[in-house]
Protein backbone atom coordinates (compact mmCIF):
# COMPACT_ATOMS: atom_id res chain seq x y z
CA UNK A 1 0.00 0.00 0.00
CA UNK A 2 1.12 3.44 -0.95
CA UNK A 3 -0.57 5.74 0.92
CA UNK A 4 0.95 7.49 3.57
CA UNK A 5 -0.35 6.95 7.27
CA UNK A 6 -0.69 9.14 9.86
CA UNK A 7 0.15 7.87 13.23
CA UNK A 8 -0.88 10.05 16.48
CA UNK A 9 0.24 9.32 19.51
CA UNK A 10 -1.86 10.91 23.14
CA UNK A 11 0.05 8.74 25.92
CA UNK A 12 -1.78 5.97 27.63
CA UNK A 13 0.03 3.20 29.17
CA UNK A 14 1.37 2.21 25.64
CA UNK A 15 4.10 5.19 26.62
CA UNK A 16 4.41 5.38 30.40
CA UNK A 17 7.90 4.18 31.90
CA UNK A 18 8.45 3.48 35.80
CA UNK A 19 10.05 6.13 37.58
CA UNK A 20 12.86 4.78 39.87
CA UNK A 21 13.45 7.38 42.34
CA UNK A 22 9.81 7.43 43.33
CA UNK A 23 8.14 4.37 42.15
CA UNK A 24 5.37 5.93 39.94
CA UNK A 25 4.51 5.88 36.30
CA UNK A 26 5.49 8.97 34.40
CA UNK A 27 5.87 9.88 30.61
CA UNK A 28 9.24 10.28 29.07
CA UNK A 29 9.29 10.27 25.45
CA UNK A 30 7.28 7.87 23.17
CA UNK A 31 8.62 4.80 22.43
CA UNK A 32 6.54 4.19 19.39
CA UNK A 33 9.76 4.61 16.84
CA UNK A 34 11.91 2.02 18.57
CA UNK A 35 9.07 -0.40 18.29
CA UNK A 36 8.72 0.60 14.77
CA UNK A 37 12.44 -0.26 14.49
CA UNK A 38 11.67 -3.40 16.02
CA UNK A 39 9.01 -4.44 13.97
CA UNK A 40 10.83 -3.24 11.14
CA UNK A 41 8.10 -2.05 9.73
CA UNK A 42 8.66 -0.21 6.60
CA UNK A 43 5.20 1.41 6.04
CA UNK A 44 5.41 5.14 4.93
CA UNK A 45 4.31 7.10 8.62
CA UNK A 46 4.44 10.29 9.28
CA UNK A 47 4.18 10.53 13.45
CA UNK A 48 3.17 13.29 15.56
CA UNK A 49 3.01 13.50 19.08
CA UNK A 50 0.32 15.37 20.26
CA UNK A 51 0.15 15.11 24.41
CA UNK A 52 1.05 12.33 26.26
CA UNK A 53 -1.55 11.20 29.22
CA UNK A 54 -3.07 8.97 30.66
CA UNK A 55 -6.46 9.17 29.28
CA UNK A 56 -8.24 8.88 32.46
CA UNK A 57 -7.13 12.49 32.68
CA UNK A 58 -8.78 13.59 29.08
CA UNK A 59 -11.16 15.74 28.99
CA UNK A 60 -13.46 17.88 26.06
CA UNK A 61 -10.74 19.92 25.03
CA UNK A 62 -8.23 17.00 24.97
CA UNK A 63 -10.76 15.06 22.62
CA UNK A 64 -11.79 17.90 20.53
CA UNK A 65 -7.76 18.42 19.81
CA UNK A 66 -7.48 14.71 18.48
CA UNK A 67 -10.67 15.46 16.54
CA UNK A 68 -9.11 18.73 14.59
CA UNK A 69 -5.50 17.26 13.99
CA UNK A 70 -7.22 14.12 12.21
CA UNK A 71 -9.36 16.53 10.01
CA UNK A 72 -6.58 18.77 9.68
CA UNK A 73 -4.22 15.58 8.72
CA UNK A 74 -3.70 15.35 4.73
CA UNK A 75 -3.92 11.71 4.84
CA UNK A 76 -6.82 9.18 4.82
CA UNK A 77 -5.56 6.94 7.37
CA UNK A 78 -4.47 7.01 11.00
CA UNK A 79 -3.40 5.52 13.97
CA UNK A 80 -4.03 6.92 17.54
CA UNK A 81 -2.17 4.91 20.14
CA UNK A 82 -4.17 5.79 23.59
CA UNK A 83 -4.89 4.74 26.84
CA UNK A 84 -6.79 2.27 27.40
CA UNK A 85 -9.04 3.64 30.23
CA UNK A 86 -10.95 5.77 28.06
CA UNK A 87 -10.46 5.00 24.61
CA UNK A 88 -13.99 3.78 23.52
CA UNK A 89 -15.33 7.51 24.55
CA UNK A 90 -12.57 8.59 22.17
CA UNK A 91 -13.66 6.49 19.52
CA UNK A 92 -17.44 7.76 19.63
CA UNK A 93 -16.35 11.48 19.77
CA UNK A 94 -14.17 10.54 16.66
CA UNK A 95 -17.14 8.70 15.23
CA UNK A 96 -19.11 12.06 15.73
CA UNK A 97 -16.59 14.19 14.57
CA UNK A 98 -13.96 13.05 11.77
CA UNK A 99 -15.71 11.34 8.96
CA UNK A 100 -14.55 10.04 5.75
CA UNK A 101 -11.46 8.73 7.52
CA UNK A 102 -10.23 5.35 8.53
CA UNK A 103 -9.28 5.56 11.82
CA UNK A 104 -7.86 2.93 14.35
CA UNK A 105 -7.35 3.19 17.99
CA UNK A 106 -4.76 1.01 19.64
CA UNK A 107 -3.10 0.98 22.73
CA UNK A 108 -1.60 -1.47 25.62
CA UNK A 109 -2.66 -3.06 29.19
CA UNK A 110 1.40 -3.56 30.21
CA UNK A 111 3.85 -0.64 29.26
CA UNK A 112 5.76 -1.75 26.54
CA UNK A 113 9.10 -0.95 28.67
CA UNK A 114 7.59 -3.10 31.07
CA UNK A 115 8.84 -6.14 29.25
CA UNK A 116 5.72 -8.30 29.11
CA UNK A 117 3.96 -5.97 27.30
CA UNK A 118 1.34 -6.08 24.25
CA UNK A 119 2.35 -3.32 22.86
CA UNK A 120 3.96 -4.22 20.03
CA UNK A 121 1.39 -6.90 18.85
CA UNK A 122 -1.31 -4.01 19.12
CA UNK A 123 0.88 -1.40 17.34
CA UNK A 124 1.49 -4.68 14.31
CA UNK A 125 -1.91 -5.63 14.22
CA UNK A 126 -3.23 -1.52 14.52
CA UNK A 127 -1.20 -0.56 11.15
CA UNK A 128 -2.76 -3.71 9.02
CA UNK A 129 -6.31 -2.96 9.97
CA UNK A 130 -5.49 0.65 9.27
CA UNK A 131 -4.41 0.05 5.52
CA UNK A 132 -7.32 -2.23 4.49
CA UNK A 133 -10.75 -0.90 6.52
CA UNK A 134 -13.00 1.85 4.84
CA UNK A 135 -13.89 4.94 6.35
CA UNK A 136 -14.54 4.79 9.95
CA UNK A 137 -13.82 4.89 13.77
CA UNK A 138 -12.72 1.42 14.98
CA UNK A 139 -10.36 0.04 17.97
CA UNK A 140 -7.73 -2.44 17.32
CA UNK A 141 -7.24 -4.70 21.13
CA UNK A 142 -6.44 -7.93 22.07
CA UNK A 143 -6.18 -8.92 18.32
CA UNK A 144 -9.46 -7.72 17.04
CA UNK A 145 -11.11 -4.77 15.60
CA UNK A 146 -13.96 -3.28 16.91
CA UNK A 147 -15.95 -0.21 15.33
CA UNK A 148 -16.48 2.19 17.46
CA UNK A 149 -19.62 2.86 19.53
CA UNK A 150 -20.01 -0.90 19.40
CA UNK A 151 -17.02 -2.19 22.23
CA UNK A 152 -16.42 -1.60 25.48
CA UNK A 153 -13.69 -2.06 27.58
CA UNK A 154 -14.21 -5.05 30.19
CA UNK A 155 -11.90 -4.06 33.61
CA UNK A 156 -12.95 -6.80 35.16
CA UNK A 157 -10.99 -8.83 32.59
CA UNK A 158 -8.64 -6.42 31.26
CA UNK A 159 -9.85 -6.66 27.83
CA UNK A 160 -11.98 -5.05 24.92
CA UNK A 161 -15.79 -6.95 23.77
CA UNK A 162 -18.29 -6.24 21.42
CA UNK A 163 -21.75 -5.03 22.24
CA UNK A 164 -24.16 -5.35 20.31
CA UNK B 1 -14.87 -11.81 13.60
CA UNK B 2 -16.75 -15.17 14.95
CA UNK B 3 -14.94 -17.03 12.64
CA UNK B 4 -12.29 -19.42 14.21
CA UNK B 5 -8.50 -19.09 12.44
CA UNK B 6 -6.17 -21.50 12.16
CA UNK B 7 -2.66 -21.38 12.76
CA UNK B 8 0.09 -23.82 11.25
CA UNK B 9 3.20 -23.42 12.18
CA UNK B 10 6.25 -24.68 9.77
CA UNK B 11 9.14 -23.35 12.34
CA UNK B 12 11.54 -20.71 10.68
CA UNK B 13 13.88 -18.31 12.53
CA UNK B 14 10.43 -17.26 14.16
CA UNK B 15 10.99 -20.25 16.33
CA UNK B 16 14.49 -20.89 16.75
CA UNK B 17 16.50 -20.38 19.88
CA UNK B 18 20.18 -20.20 20.65
CA UNK B 19 21.77 -23.93 21.83
CA UNK B 20 23.80 -22.69 24.82
CA UNK B 21 26.02 -26.22 25.09
CA UNK B 22 27.18 -25.67 21.52
CA UNK B 23 26.01 -22.39 20.21
CA UNK B 24 23.82 -23.32 17.48
CA UNK B 25 20.03 -22.60 16.66
CA UNK B 26 18.06 -25.16 16.88
CA UNK B 27 14.22 -25.72 17.61
CA UNK B 28 12.48 -26.95 20.77
CA UNK B 29 8.82 -26.17 21.14
CA UNK B 30 7.14 -23.07 19.23
CA UNK B 31 6.95 -19.82 21.65
CA UNK B 32 3.44 -19.37 19.49
CA UNK B 33 1.35 -19.56 22.87
CA UNK B 34 3.40 -17.39 24.59
CA UNK B 35 3.35 -14.44 22.07
CA UNK B 36 -0.12 -14.86 22.15
CA UNK B 37 -0.68 -14.69 25.44
CA UNK B 38 1.63 -12.04 25.52
CA UNK B 39 -0.30 -9.85 22.94
CA UNK B 40 -3.50 -10.61 25.27
CA UNK B 41 -4.70 -12.05 22.08
CA UNK B 42 -8.28 -13.54 22.55
CA UNK B 43 -8.98 -14.47 18.59
CA UNK B 44 -10.48 -18.01 18.40
CA UNK B 45 -7.30 -19.96 17.29
CA UNK B 46 -6.92 -23.71 16.51
CA UNK B 47 -3.40 -24.00 16.61
CA UNK B 48 -1.26 -27.14 14.93
CA UNK B 49 2.12 -27.59 14.27
CA UNK B 50 2.71 -28.95 10.75
CA UNK B 51 6.86 -29.16 11.11
CA UNK B 52 9.58 -27.13 12.99
CA UNK B 53 12.04 -26.35 10.28
CA UNK B 54 13.90 -24.01 8.71
CA UNK B 55 12.61 -22.86 5.08
CA UNK B 56 16.13 -23.54 3.77
CA UNK B 57 15.28 -27.00 4.42
CA UNK B 58 12.32 -27.30 3.02
CA UNK B 59 11.40 -29.14 -0.29
CA UNK B 60 8.37 -29.71 -2.44
CA UNK B 61 6.72 -32.71 0.06
CA UNK B 62 6.89 -30.13 3.21
CA UNK B 63 5.06 -27.66 0.53
CA UNK B 64 2.71 -30.33 -0.52
CA UNK B 65 2.19 -30.88 3.17
CA UNK B 66 1.21 -27.06 4.31
CA UNK B 67 -1.18 -26.96 1.06
CA UNK B 68 -2.68 -30.42 2.09
CA UNK B 69 -2.83 -29.35 5.78
CA UNK B 70 -4.53 -26.30 4.24
CA UNK B 71 -7.34 -27.61 2.32
CA UNK B 72 -8.52 -30.01 4.82
CA UNK B 73 -8.20 -27.46 7.48
CA UNK B 74 -12.30 -26.82 8.18
CA UNK B 75 -11.45 -23.00 8.55
CA UNK B 76 -11.48 -20.19 6.06
CA UNK B 77 -8.48 -17.86 7.04
CA UNK B 78 -5.53 -19.61 7.79
CA UNK B 79 -2.10 -18.12 9.09
CA UNK B 80 0.85 -19.74 8.80
CA UNK B 81 4.74 -18.93 10.60
CA UNK B 82 7.24 -19.71 7.98
CA UNK B 83 10.68 -19.27 7.70
CA UNK B 84 11.57 -15.86 5.78
CA UNK B 85 14.06 -17.75 2.94
CA UNK B 86 11.43 -19.13 1.09
CA UNK B 87 8.42 -18.21 2.48
CA UNK B 88 7.32 -16.64 -1.40
CA UNK B 89 8.44 -20.02 -2.94
CA UNK B 90 5.50 -21.00 -0.31
CA UNK B 91 2.99 -18.66 -1.09
CA UNK B 92 3.28 -19.77 -4.57
CA UNK B 93 2.95 -22.97 -4.55
CA UNK B 94 -0.39 -22.76 -2.90
CA UNK B 95 -1.32 -20.05 -4.64
CA UNK B 96 -1.61 -22.89 -7.12
CA UNK B 97 -2.40 -25.35 -4.78
CA UNK B 98 -4.46 -24.13 -2.34
CA UNK B 99 -7.65 -21.58 -3.40
CA UNK B 100 -10.72 -20.08 -2.03
CA UNK B 101 -8.88 -19.01 1.26
CA UNK B 102 -7.42 -16.51 3.05
CA UNK B 103 -4.09 -17.37 3.43
CA UNK B 104 -1.33 -15.12 5.12
CA UNK B 105 2.54 -15.89 5.93
CA UNK B 106 4.33 -14.21 8.37
CA UNK B 107 7.60 -14.83 10.02
CA UNK B 108 10.81 -13.36 11.71
CA UNK B 109 13.78 -11.68 10.49
CA UNK B 110 15.04 -12.11 14.69
CA UNK B 111 14.20 -15.29 16.88
CA UNK B 112 11.25 -14.19 19.32
CA UNK B 113 13.62 -15.73 22.23
CA UNK B 114 16.26 -13.37 21.03
CA UNK B 115 14.34 -9.93 22.36
CA UNK B 116 14.99 -7.73 19.21
CA UNK B 117 12.51 -9.43 17.48
CA UNK B 118 9.86 -8.97 14.94
CA UNK B 119 8.08 -11.55 15.26
CA UNK B 120 5.47 -10.57 18.29
CA UNK B 121 4.90 -7.43 15.56
CA UNK B 122 4.46 -9.58 12.74
CA UNK B 123 1.87 -12.18 14.47
CA UNK B 124 -0.08 -8.73 15.19
CA UNK B 125 0.22 -7.77 11.81
CA UNK B 126 -0.62 -11.07 10.14
CA UNK B 127 -3.70 -11.79 12.29
CA UNK B 128 -5.09 -8.35 11.43
CA UNK B 129 -5.11 -9.24 8.23
CA UNK B 130 -5.84 -13.05 7.72
CA UNK B 131 -9.35 -11.75 9.75
CA UNK B 132 -10.35 -8.63 7.14
CA UNK B 133 -8.53 -10.23 3.31
CA UNK B 134 -10.82 -11.42 0.79
CA UNK B 135 -9.96 -15.55 -0.06
CA UNK B 136 -5.87 -15.02 -1.86
CA UNK B 137 -2.54 -15.85 -0.61
CA UNK B 138 -0.46 -13.45 0.83
CA UNK B 139 2.68 -12.55 2.73
CA UNK B 140 2.61 -10.40 5.71
CA UNK B 141 6.07 -8.67 6.76
CA UNK B 142 7.16 -5.11 7.64
CA UNK B 143 3.82 -4.32 8.51
CA UNK B 144 2.90 -4.10 5.02
CA UNK B 145 0.73 -6.99 2.82
CA UNK B 146 2.02 -8.67 -0.09
CA UNK B 147 0.31 -10.76 -2.70
CA UNK B 148 2.06 -14.39 -3.53
CA UNK B 149 3.94 -14.09 -6.64
CA UNK B 150 4.56 -10.25 -6.33
CA UNK B 151 6.65 -10.12 -3.50
CA UNK B 152 10.18 -11.04 -3.05
CA UNK B 153 12.78 -11.10 0.14
CA UNK B 154 15.61 -8.74 -0.44
CA UNK B 155 18.45 -10.36 1.39
CA UNK B 156 20.39 -7.55 1.35
CA UNK B 157 18.42 -5.35 3.18
CA UNK B 158 17.18 -8.28 4.90
CA UNK B 159 13.25 -7.31 4.15
CA UNK B 160 9.90 -7.83 1.53
CA UNK B 161 9.54 -5.80 -0.94
CA UNK B 162 6.46 -5.54 -4.28
CA UNK B 163 7.84 -6.80 -7.78
CA UNK B 164 5.45 -5.93 -10.61
CA UNK C 1 32.22 -22.89 48.12
CA UNK C 2 30.90 -25.74 49.57
CA UNK C 3 29.41 -23.69 52.44
CA UNK C 4 25.31 -23.54 52.25
CA UNK C 5 23.70 -20.36 51.97
CA UNK C 6 20.26 -18.96 52.97
CA UNK C 7 18.25 -16.32 51.02
CA UNK C 8 15.34 -14.49 52.67
CA UNK C 9 12.85 -12.54 50.62
CA UNK C 10 11.37 -9.95 51.82
CA UNK C 11 9.90 -7.77 48.66
CA UNK C 12 10.42 -4.62 47.57
CA UNK C 13 10.76 -3.15 44.15
CA UNK C 14 12.99 -6.24 43.16
CA UNK C 15 9.78 -8.33 43.42
CA UNK C 16 7.09 -6.65 42.25
CA UNK C 17 4.70 -6.57 39.21
CA UNK C 18 2.40 -4.37 36.98
CA UNK C 19 -1.03 -5.02 37.56
CA UNK C 20 -2.72 -4.46 34.25
CA UNK C 21 -6.21 -4.17 35.75
CA UNK C 22 -5.67 -0.71 37.79
CA UNK C 23 -2.21 0.28 37.16
CA UNK C 24 -0.64 -0.50 40.04
CA UNK C 25 2.17 -2.33 41.63
CA UNK C 26 1.90 -5.30 43.76
CA UNK C 27 3.40 -8.32 45.14
CA UNK C 28 2.34 -11.55 43.85
CA UNK C 29 5.38 -14.68 43.77
CA UNK C 30 8.66 -14.10 43.98
CA UNK C 31 10.95 -13.95 40.76
CA UNK C 32 13.94 -14.84 42.60
CA UNK C 33 13.58 -18.83 41.42
CA UNK C 34 13.38 -17.52 37.90
CA UNK C 35 16.43 -14.88 38.18
CA UNK C 36 18.74 -17.58 39.16
CA UNK C 37 17.90 -19.91 36.96
CA UNK C 38 18.58 -16.96 34.48
CA UNK C 39 22.11 -16.33 35.88
CA UNK C 40 22.75 -20.23 35.84
CA UNK C 41 23.54 -19.79 39.18
CA UNK C 42 24.78 -23.48 41.25
CA UNK C 43 25.45 -22.19 44.19
CA UNK C 44 23.67 -24.40 47.09
CA UNK C 45 20.92 -22.08 48.28
CA UNK C 46 18.11 -22.63 50.62
CA UNK C 47 15.25 -20.05 49.95
CA UNK C 48 12.60 -18.50 52.07
CA UNK C 49 10.21 -15.94 51.52
CA UNK C 50 9.78 -14.16 54.68
CA UNK C 51 7.12 -11.65 53.53
CA UNK C 52 6.17 -9.54 50.62
CA UNK C 53 6.20 -6.22 51.50
CA UNK C 54 6.95 -2.56 50.45
CA UNK C 55 10.02 -1.77 52.94
CA UNK C 56 8.15 1.72 53.19
CA UNK C 57 5.57 -0.10 54.61
CA UNK C 58 7.69 -2.23 57.49
CA UNK C 59 7.51 -1.79 61.38
CA UNK C 60 9.49 -3.10 63.91
CA UNK C 61 7.58 -6.24 64.45
CA UNK C 62 8.76 -6.96 60.69
CA UNK C 63 12.54 -5.95 61.49
CA UNK C 64 12.49 -8.78 64.55
CA UNK C 65 10.73 -11.02 62.35
CA UNK C 66 13.72 -10.77 59.60
CA UNK C 67 16.19 -10.83 62.57
CA UNK C 68 15.30 -13.91 64.30
CA UNK C 69 14.96 -15.76 60.82
CA UNK C 70 19.00 -14.85 60.29
CA UNK C 71 19.38 -16.00 64.06
CA UNK C 72 17.25 -19.06 64.06
CA UNK C 73 18.75 -20.12 60.63
CA UNK C 74 21.69 -23.04 60.35
CA UNK C 75 23.33 -21.24 57.61
CA UNK C 76 26.00 -18.53 58.41
CA UNK C 77 25.78 -17.23 55.47
CA UNK C 78 22.53 -15.23 54.34
CA UNK C 79 21.45 -13.26 51.38
CA UNK C 80 18.35 -10.94 52.22
CA UNK C 81 16.56 -9.53 48.92
CA UNK C 82 14.53 -6.34 50.28
CA UNK C 83 13.28 -3.18 49.51
CA UNK C 84 15.95 -0.27 48.79
CA UNK C 85 13.71 2.74 50.91
CA UNK C 86 14.35 1.35 54.56
CA UNK C 87 16.99 -1.58 53.76
CA UNK C 88 19.77 1.02 55.95
CA UNK C 89 17.63 0.64 58.83
CA UNK C 90 16.81 -3.09 58.50
CA UNK C 91 20.81 -3.70 58.17
CA UNK C 92 21.47 -1.55 61.22
CA UNK C 93 18.93 -3.50 63.34
CA UNK C 94 20.29 -6.12 62.15
CA UNK C 95 24.14 -5.35 62.76
CA UNK C 96 22.75 -4.98 66.49
CA UNK C 97 20.75 -7.94 67.02
CA UNK C 98 22.04 -10.83 64.49
CA UNK C 99 25.99 -11.00 65.35
CA UNK C 100 28.31 -13.78 63.89
CA UNK C 101 27.09 -14.39 60.59
CA UNK C 102 27.37 -12.40 57.44
CA UNK C 103 24.17 -10.77 56.00
CA UNK C 104 23.88 -9.12 52.81
CA UNK C 105 20.98 -6.97 52.04
CA UNK C 106 20.20 -6.42 48.41
CA UNK C 107 17.40 -5.18 46.08
CA UNK C 108 16.69 -3.32 42.90
CA UNK C 109 15.84 0.29 42.08
CA UNK C 110 13.29 -1.29 39.03
CA UNK C 111 11.34 -4.28 39.46
CA UNK C 112 13.09 -7.26 37.82
CA UNK C 113 9.58 -7.93 35.46
CA UNK C 114 9.91 -4.03 33.85
CA UNK C 115 12.90 -5.33 31.87
CA UNK C 116 15.42 -2.46 32.73
CA UNK C 117 16.11 -3.61 35.78
CA UNK C 118 18.94 -3.90 37.98
CA UNK C 119 18.06 -6.91 39.73
CA UNK C 120 19.62 -9.82 38.08
CA UNK C 121 23.25 -7.72 38.08
CA UNK C 122 22.80 -6.95 41.87
CA UNK C 123 21.97 -10.83 42.82
CA UNK C 124 24.90 -11.80 41.58
CA UNK C 125 26.93 -8.89 43.32
CA UNK C 126 25.32 -9.91 46.55
CA UNK C 127 25.38 -13.41 46.14
CA UNK C 128 29.29 -13.40 45.59
CA UNK C 129 30.26 -10.84 48.38
CA UNK C 130 28.22 -12.94 51.05
CA UNK C 131 30.53 -16.09 50.01
CA UNK C 132 33.68 -13.97 50.80
CA UNK C 133 32.99 -11.70 53.90
CA UNK C 134 33.78 -12.23 57.25
CA UNK C 135 30.58 -11.84 59.65
CA UNK C 136 28.80 -8.48 59.78
CA UNK C 137 25.97 -6.74 57.96
CA UNK C 138 26.19 -5.42 54.85
CA UNK C 139 24.58 -3.53 51.57
CA UNK C 140 25.57 -4.69 48.43
CA UNK C 141 24.01 -2.22 46.12
CA UNK C 142 25.06 -0.23 42.70
CA UNK C 143 28.32 -2.97 42.60
CA UNK C 144 29.25 -1.80 46.07
CA UNK C 145 29.54 -3.04 49.20
CA UNK C 146 28.91 -0.96 52.56
CA UNK C 147 28.93 -1.85 55.99
CA UNK C 148 25.47 -1.21 58.07
CA UNK C 149 25.72 1.82 59.61
CA UNK C 150 28.02 3.46 56.88
CA UNK C 151 25.66 3.51 54.06
CA UNK C 152 22.78 5.92 53.29
CA UNK C 153 20.06 5.63 49.99
CA UNK C 154 20.45 8.97 47.89
CA UNK C 155 17.12 9.34 47.10
CA UNK C 156 17.64 11.95 44.45
CA UNK C 157 20.26 9.86 42.51
CA UNK C 158 18.69 6.86 43.44
CA UNK C 159 22.12 5.14 44.68
CA UNK C 160 23.49 4.41 47.49
CA UNK C 161 26.85 6.11 49.21
CA UNK C 162 28.89 5.49 52.04
CA UNK C 163 28.34 8.06 55.03
CA UNK C 164 32.17 8.12 57.46
CA UNK D 1 36.32 0.43 47.60
CA UNK D 2 37.88 3.41 46.08
CA UNK D 3 40.47 1.54 44.52
CA UNK D 4 39.66 1.97 40.28
CA UNK D 5 39.01 -1.43 38.17
CA UNK D 6 40.19 -2.41 35.09
CA UNK D 7 38.06 -4.22 32.63
CA UNK D 8 39.01 -5.76 29.51
CA UNK D 9 36.91 -7.08 26.81
CA UNK D 10 37.81 -9.74 25.08
CA UNK D 11 34.43 -10.87 23.09
CA UNK D 12 33.00 -14.56 23.95
CA UNK D 13 29.49 -15.25 23.79
CA UNK D 14 29.02 -12.91 25.97
CA UNK D 15 28.92 -10.16 23.39
CA UNK D 16 27.94 -11.77 20.60
CA UNK D 17 24.92 -10.75 18.23
CA UNK D 18 22.39 -12.15 15.78
CA UNK D 19 23.07 -11.42 12.07
CA UNK D 20 19.45 -10.72 10.95
CA UNK D 21 20.48 -11.04 7.43
CA UNK D 22 22.54 -14.34 7.12
CA UNK D 23 21.47 -15.89 10.80
CA UNK D 24 25.01 -16.19 12.33
CA UNK D 25 26.20 -14.52 15.15
CA UNK D 26 28.62 -12.12 15.06
CA UNK D 27 30.61 -9.01 17.14
CA UNK D 28 29.79 -5.55 16.60
CA UNK D 29 30.23 -3.29 19.64
CA UNK D 30 30.45 -4.40 23.16
CA UNK D 31 27.27 -4.10 24.86
CA UNK D 32 29.46 -4.13 28.30
CA UNK D 33 28.43 -0.36 28.73
CA UNK D 34 25.11 -0.61 28.09
CA UNK D 35 24.86 -3.84 30.89
CA UNK D 36 26.72 -1.66 33.46
CA UNK D 37 23.73 1.43 32.35
CA UNK D 38 20.97 -1.20 33.57
CA UNK D 39 23.10 -2.74 36.57
CA UNK D 40 23.22 0.99 38.16
CA UNK D 41 27.04 0.19 38.83
CA UNK D 42 28.15 3.09 40.39
CA UNK D 43 31.87 1.35 40.42
CA UNK D 44 35.04 3.65 39.33
CA UNK D 45 35.82 1.37 35.99
CA UNK D 46 38.49 2.04 33.51
CA UNK D 47 37.01 0.16 30.21
CA UNK D 48 39.27 -1.44 27.17
CA UNK D 49 38.49 -3.52 24.53
CA UNK D 50 41.45 -5.99 23.66
CA UNK D 51 39.31 -8.10 21.16
CA UNK D 52 36.06 -9.10 20.10
CA UNK D 53 37.05 -12.73 19.31
CA UNK D 54 35.06 -16.19 19.92
CA UNK D 55 37.28 -17.96 22.34
CA UNK D 56 37.78 -20.45 20.63
CA UNK D 57 39.81 -18.86 18.34
CA UNK D 58 42.36 -17.54 20.34
CA UNK D 59 46.00 -18.50 19.54
CA UNK D 60 49.25 -18.08 22.19
CA UNK D 61 49.74 -14.50 20.44
CA UNK D 62 46.12 -13.78 22.08
CA UNK D 63 46.49 -14.28 25.41
CA UNK D 64 49.97 -12.94 25.46
CA UNK D 65 48.43 -9.80 24.63
CA UNK D 66 46.01 -10.21 27.66
CA UNK D 67 48.78 -10.85 29.63
CA UNK D 68 50.57 -7.56 28.89
CA UNK D 69 47.73 -5.52 29.42
CA UNK D 70 47.39 -6.70 32.73
CA UNK D 71 50.86 -6.28 33.71
CA UNK D 72 50.72 -3.11 31.85
CA UNK D 73 47.93 -1.77 33.59
CA UNK D 74 48.09 0.72 36.67
CA UNK D 75 44.73 -1.05 37.86
CA UNK D 76 45.91 -3.65 40.85
CA UNK D 77 42.15 -5.43 40.14
CA UNK D 78 41.34 -6.50 37.00
CA UNK D 79 38.31 -8.04 35.14
CA UNK D 80 38.60 -9.82 32.16
CA UNK D 81 34.83 -10.60 29.95
CA UNK D 82 35.67 -13.51 27.69
CA UNK D 83 34.79 -16.83 26.02
CA UNK D 84 33.64 -19.78 27.96
CA UNK D 85 34.97 -22.31 26.21
CA UNK D 86 38.51 -21.59 26.89
CA UNK D 87 38.83 -18.98 29.22
CA UNK D 88 40.52 -21.88 32.07
CA UNK D 89 43.80 -21.86 29.03
CA UNK D 90 43.67 -18.23 29.61
CA UNK D 91 43.31 -17.85 33.54
CA UNK D 92 45.77 -20.46 33.62
CA UNK D 93 48.00 -18.42 31.18
CA UNK D 94 47.62 -15.25 33.44
CA UNK D 95 48.57 -17.10 36.29
CA UNK D 96 51.84 -17.90 34.81
CA UNK D 97 52.60 -14.84 33.56
CA UNK D 98 50.73 -12.04 35.30
CA UNK D 99 51.25 -12.12 39.17
CA UNK D 100 50.56 -9.48 41.73
CA UNK D 101 47.23 -8.57 40.89
CA UNK D 102 43.54 -9.74 41.64
CA UNK D 103 42.26 -11.13 37.88
CA UNK D 104 38.93 -12.48 37.26
CA UNK D 105 37.84 -13.58 34.14
CA UNK D 106 34.04 -14.29 33.46
CA UNK D 107 31.60 -14.84 30.60
CA UNK D 108 28.62 -15.77 29.34
CA UNK D 109 26.51 -19.02 28.29
CA UNK D 110 24.18 -16.85 26.34
CA UNK D 111 24.49 -13.75 24.80
CA UNK D 112 23.66 -10.82 26.85
CA UNK D 113 21.78 -9.97 23.34
CA UNK D 114 19.73 -12.57 23.27
CA UNK D 115 17.15 -11.80 26.81
CA UNK D 116 18.06 -14.90 28.43
CA UNK D 117 21.56 -14.32 29.33
CA UNK D 118 23.45 -14.84 32.42
CA UNK D 119 25.83 -12.08 31.40
CA UNK D 120 24.22 -9.43 33.38
CA UNK D 121 24.52 -11.39 36.66
CA UNK D 122 27.94 -12.99 36.04
CA UNK D 123 29.18 -9.51 35.84
CA UNK D 124 27.79 -8.38 38.80
CA UNK D 125 29.54 -11.54 40.35
CA UNK D 126 32.41 -11.09 39.16
CA UNK D 127 33.14 -7.21 39.70
CA UNK D 128 32.18 -8.39 43.24
CA UNK D 129 34.52 -10.84 43.58
CA UNK D 130 37.39 -8.48 42.22
CA UNK D 131 37.01 -5.91 44.69
CA UNK D 132 37.51 -8.43 47.91
CA UNK D 133 39.77 -11.21 46.40
CA UNK D 134 43.30 -11.49 47.52
CA UNK D 135 45.96 -11.09 44.50
CA UNK D 136 45.56 -14.33 41.89
CA UNK D 137 43.61 -15.52 39.02
CA UNK D 138 40.15 -16.25 39.52
CA UNK D 139 36.93 -17.41 37.05
CA UNK D 140 33.86 -16.18 38.06
CA UNK D 141 30.46 -18.44 36.81
CA UNK D 142 27.45 -19.89 38.06
CA UNK D 143 27.75 -17.70 40.83
CA UNK D 144 30.47 -19.27 41.89
CA UNK D 145 34.42 -18.53 42.29
CA UNK D 146 37.10 -20.69 40.91
CA UNK D 147 41.09 -20.59 41.35
CA UNK D 148 42.80 -20.52 37.92
CA UNK D 149 43.97 -24.37 37.24
CA UNK D 150 41.66 -25.29 39.61
CA UNK D 151 38.65 -25.28 37.42
CA UNK D 152 36.97 -26.78 34.16
CA UNK D 153 34.14 -26.45 31.74
CA UNK D 154 31.64 -29.20 31.89
CA UNK D 155 31.00 -28.97 28.06
CA UNK D 156 27.94 -31.27 28.70
CA UNK D 157 26.20 -29.28 31.47
CA UNK D 158 27.53 -26.07 29.97
CA UNK D 159 28.85 -25.10 33.25
CA UNK D 160 31.81 -25.01 35.28
CA UNK D 161 33.13 -27.03 37.81
CA UNK D 162 35.76 -27.21 40.28
CA UNK D 163 38.92 -29.86 39.50
CA UNK D 164 41.00 -30.36 43.11
Known amino acids: MKEKIKVFITG ?85 NCRNKTIVLTGAMVPYKFGSSDGLFNLGSALAFVQILPAGVYIAMNGKIFEADKVKKNTDKGEFESIS
Open 12 to 96: GTFDKEYNELNGSLFFKETHLHEMLTLGRCRLDLSIDTLMMKDSLDFNDADRQSIANACSAAAEERILITHGTDTMTITASYLAK
